[in-house]
């Protein structure tokens, strides 16, 4: 008993440092959710039809943030790596890769979302007795014309923010989303319902404020960074060129593109998902809309913790730790999956309640409590593949977290969600419900890979 206690079980000194990173990626993405919720709680007041046109809106919008995602954590792998080997004109090189690639995918972003999101959105407005599918198209389409506004600054604020954290600067980025998602919610309550002076704007005021947040997290984190480059010396000099050693740049594209592959496919799956459970009407995604929107609020725990692995794991591993970043690695995964044993039971019990307070029909409360229910039960599994998941990238291991994740979700998923949807009678809940027991071999490989240990690598010793 006593040898799996010292394996799983850190002492205090461990949990300290573990939560020094964790803890700004908890606090700033709690905030986010929690403001999100409220967000979406507020769009929730205005009807059924304009929350699930919002909300389809947001499915495709995360296809777009999780690319940048993707991109940014090809070169971040080496910027952790760079930073626990003191390199800092490797981080500098990392920083300036971030720019040009997410740049370009923020160009093909606005061009996908300006010629061809409205057809994307008809493709969620599957519920031909609902009299209201025109109402929710047009809220959609109002929603997304001025949430591509706001692409730009939310690019730049992930890149300047993921190397910040990378280089250990984690109050900063947290401070500047705390920041972002205050005016977000300010503005919503202003736009949206509308004050002697101001008339109510709907979901277009709702897009107004996330528009002018994103403003503000990419003045706040790119000023703060420049102001302080005596801190951050990955700034200095970064913009004189934007030259990129050869040798590096071919080992982030062959290390990072799975990873933007990943994400691009991994979302994308999310959102045929959502896509085949529309099926089901418009109640089915308010519902899941709902869901979501709840369960990010229970999920930051094992997602900061991912965070946290990348970074600690990844600077341990480039320093050439190696034993001491499997034994970090271990017991953080075991600290995210028993806390989330704890979460989870909190939110079966609590499931009902956020229903209740949206603006829509009792048959789409009943809905979404009972997702949430399923989402808590399955919460420690989720916490061990995406723990899995962030052990494996922090060792460059990108094409195999490519193939556990987004071809994971594509083929097996998608296919019986798919068949469940269009060849069946069979309602939401045990649809969903079998679509998550899917995950379960998921977890399996996690274990196995893991085991393996096909991730302890130093991918920065010879640069």
């Given at each position: 008993?006593?040898?799996?206690?010292?394996?799983?079980?850190?002492?205090?000194s461990?949990?300290?440092?573990?939560?020094?990173?964790?803890?700004?990626?908890i606090?700033?993405?709690?905030?986010?959710?929690?403001?999100?919720?409220?967000?979406?709680?507020?769009?929730?007041?205005?009807?059924?039809?304009?929350?699930?046109?919002?909300?389809?809106?947001?499915?495709?919008?995360?296809?777009?943030?999780?690319?940048?995602?993707?991109?940014?954590?090809?070169?971040?792998?080496f910027?952790?790596?760079?930073?626990?080997?003191?390199?800092?004109?490797?981080?500098?090189?990392?920083?300036?890769?971030?720019?040009i690639?997410?740049?370009?995918?923020?160009?093909?972003?606005?061009?996908?979302?300006?010629?061809?999101?409205?057809?994307?959105?008809?493709?969620?407005?599957?519920?031909?007795?609902?009299?209201?599918?025109?109402?929710?198209?047009?809220?959609?389409?109002?929603?997304?014309?001025?949430?591509?506004?706001?692409?730009?600054?939310?690019?730049?604020?992930?890149?300047?923010?993921?190397?910040l954290?990378e280089?250990?600067?984690?109050?900063?980025?947290?401070?500047?989303?705390?920041?972002?998602?205050?005016?977000?919610?300010?503005?919503?309550?202003?736009?949206?319902?509308?004050?002697?002076?101001?008339?109510?704007?709907?979901?277009?005021?709702?897009?107004?404020?996330?528009?002018?947040?994103?403003?503000?997290?990419?003045?706040?984190?790119?000023?703060?960074?420049?102001?302080?480059?005596?801190?951050?010396?990955?700034?200095?000099?970064?913009?004189?060129?934007?030259?990129?050693?050869?040798?590096?740049?071919?080992?982030?594209?062959?290390?990072?593109?799975?990873?933007?592959?990943?994400?691009?496919?991994?979302?994308?799956?999310?959102?045929?998902?959502?896509?085949?459970?529309?099926?089901?009407?418009?109640?089915?995604?308010?519902?899941?809309?709902?869901?979501?929107?709840?369960?990010?609020?229970?999920?930051?725990?094992?997602?900061?913790?991912?965070?946290?692995?990348?970074?600690?794991?990844?600077?341990?591993?480039?320093?050439?730790?190696?034993?001491?970043?499997?034994?970090?690695?271990?017991?953080?995964?075991?600290?995210?999956?028993?806390?989330?044993?704890?979460?989870?039971?909190?939110?079966?019990?609590?499931?009902?309640?956020?229903?209740?307070?949206?603006?829509?029909?009792?048959?789409?409360r009943a809905?979404?409590?009972?997702l949430?229910?399923?989402?808590?039960?399955?919460m420690?599994?989720?916490?061990?593949?995406?723990?899995?998941?962030?052990?494996?990238?922090?060792?460059?291991?990108?094409?195999?977290?490519?193939?556990?994740?987004?071809?994971?979700?594509?083929?097996?998923?998608?296919?019986?969600?798919?068949?469940?949807?269009?060849?069946?009678?069979?309602?939401?809940?045990?649809?969903?419900?079998?679509?998550?027991?899917?995950?379960?071999?998921?977890?399996?490989?996690g274990?196995?890979?893991?085991?393996?240990?096909?991730?302890?690598?130093?991918?920065?010793?010879?640069?």
């Amino acid at each position: 008993m006593s040898r799996w206690k010292e394996k799983l079980i850190g002492d205090a000194s461990f949990y300290k440092m573990i939560l020094l990173v964790a803890f700004p990626i908890i606090v700033q993405n709690g905030i986010t959710n929690f403001v999100s919720l409220l967000d979406n709680i507020m769009v929730g007041q205005l009807g059924t039809e304009q929350m699930s046109g919002v909300a389809i809106v947001n499915q495709l919008m995360n296809v777009f943030n999780l690319c940048i995602f993707g991109a940014v954590s090809g070169a971040s792998i080496f910027s952790a790596q760079f930073y626990g080997q003191g390199n800092h004109e490797g981080v500098r090189n990392a920083f300036r890769f971030k720019i040009i690639c997410c740049g370009v995918i923020a160009l093909i972003g606005l061009l996908i979302l300006g010629f061809g999101g409205a057809p994307l959105i008809e493709q969620f407005l599957n519920d031909e007795s609902s009299g209201n599918i025109a109402f929710t198209y047009e809220a959609g389409v109002t929603y997304l014309t001025v949430m591509m506004v706001g692409i730009l600054p939310f690019t730049i604020a992930q890149i300047y923010a993921s190397t910040l954290r990378e280089t250990g600067q984690t109050i900063l980025p947290m401070t500047a989303g705390v920041i972002a998602v205050f005016v977000n919610l300010f503005f919503n309550v202003i736009l949206i319902f509308g004050t002697a002076h101001i008339p109510a704007m709907g979901v277009r005021g709702a897009a107004i404020a996330t528009v002018i947040s994103r403003f503000v997290e990419m003045a706040v984190v790119v000023l703060w960074t420049h102001a302080h480059a005596k801190k951050n010396i990955f700034i200095q000099g970064a913009y004189r060129t934007l030259f990129i050693p050869k040798g590096l740049v071919k080992q982030i594209v062959v290390k990072g593109m799975p990873l933007l592959a990943n994400e691009a496919l991994w979302s994308s799956g999310m959102a045929v998902l959502v896509q085949c459970y529309s099926m089901r009407g418009l109640d089915a995604v308010a519902a899941i809309n709902i869901s979501t929107t709840v369960s990010n609020l229970f999920n930051v725990v094992f997602i900061a913790l991912g965070s946290a692995i990348s970074i600690v794991v990844g600077q341990q591993l480039g320093a050439g730790k190696l034993e001491k970043a499997v034994d970090t690695d271990r017991k953080m995964i075991f600290f995210s999956v028993v806390s989330c044993f704890v979460i989870g039971a909190v939110m079966f019990v609590i499931a009902p309640a956020f229903p209740r307070i949206y603006n829509t029909t009792d048959q789409v409360r009943a809905l979404a409590a009972n997702l949430i229910r399923i989402a808590s039960v399955f919460m420690p599994l989720y916490a061990f593949y995406h723990a899995s998941y962030f052990t494996l990238r922090s060792g460059g291991k990108t094409m195999i977290t490519f193939l556990f994740d987004s071809c994971y979700v594509w083929v097996v998923n998608i296919p019986i969600a798919f068949v469940l949807t269009r060849f069946t009678v069979m309602p939401l809940i045990p649809v969903y419900l079998i679509c998550q027991c899917a995950e379960i071999l998921k977890g399996i490989v996690g274990f196995i890979l893991l085991k393996k240990g096909v991730w302890i690598q130093n991918i920065v010793s010879d640069m």
